[in-house]
């Protein structure tokens, strides 16, 4: 059975405070894993694709990085507007299969 | 910059009653999903579309739930005789290739069964 884990559930960070945030999966034939940032209750806003372990994709704070056993979400100098809960997704392994697993998410906290 | 479009954004509706809830997705996107959120809980997969017609669905997408794309800018879900199990945030999501590419999300739609 597919599985996303995302650890920690709750992160409180004083502003300017870097930290990272951890996704990990087991899947086989990973087709891509999907950091998205969702505000309350709001929908899942799309923020990175990785493909490949070693691949990293950045935006402006935010750095996705990949492994074949995990994905991290690292946050440099982070901003109160940066507070949300942070999720991760990978497409379920099924041939021909469309849907996303999620994980429960990393909700953010960001104290000025 | 596009993006899905849900509506209503929030409906209540009695136990036993039929509620469709509206998507119209980003114009040259070809896959169409619903995905739904119990409060505090993980975002699950209802069901993908393309196609018209239905590509996978959840052990949850069962008899009661029906999807639709009624014309060429319009994603439906319907829920026949809600229970109260079914109130939850539901999201309407789309995109232009399938599986291992990138899913747009609407701002969902809230449904509280009383």
């Known amino acids: 059975e597919d599985q996303v884990t995302q650890s920690p559930e709750a992160l409180r960070l004083q502003e300017g405070e870097s930290s990272s945030l951890n996704c990990s999966y087991t899947v086989s034939g990973l087709r891509g894993l999907f950091w998205y940032r969702q505000d309350p209750g709001k929908g899942p806003e799309f923020l990175f694709t990785l493909y490949s372990a070693g691949e990293e994709k950045e935006k402006e704070r935010l750095k996705a990085t990949l492994t074949k056993k995990e994905s991290f979400l690292h946050i440099t100098a982070p901003k109160p507007e940066d507070s949300a809960t942070y999720l991760c997704a990978v497409p379920y392994s099924g041939a021909g299969s469309y849907q996303l697993t999620f994980g429960k998410g990393t909700k953010l906290s960001v104290i000025p | 910059e596009p993006e899905v479009t849900q509506t209503p954004s929030h409906q209540v509706t009695q136990m036993g009653q039929e509620v469709i809830l509206r998507c119209v997705p980003i114009?040259?996107?070809?896959?169409f999903y619903w995905y739904r959120q119990i409060l505090g809980q993980k975002v699950e997969f209802l069901v993908s579309f393309y196609n018209n017609e239905i590509s996978e669905k959840s052990e949850i997408f069962d008899d009661q739930f029906s999807v639709e794309r009624p014309d060429g800018s319009n994603f439906t879900l319907k829920i026949r005789s809600t229970k109260l199990e079914d109130s939850a945030m539901y999201f309407c999501?789309?995109?232009?290739?399938?599986?291992?590419?990138?899913?747009?999300f609407g701002q969902g739609t809230r449904l509280t069964v009383v």
């Open positions: 114009s040259n996107h070809l896959y």
């Open positions: 999501a789309s995109g232009d290739t399938a599986g291992g590419t990138e899913a747009f």
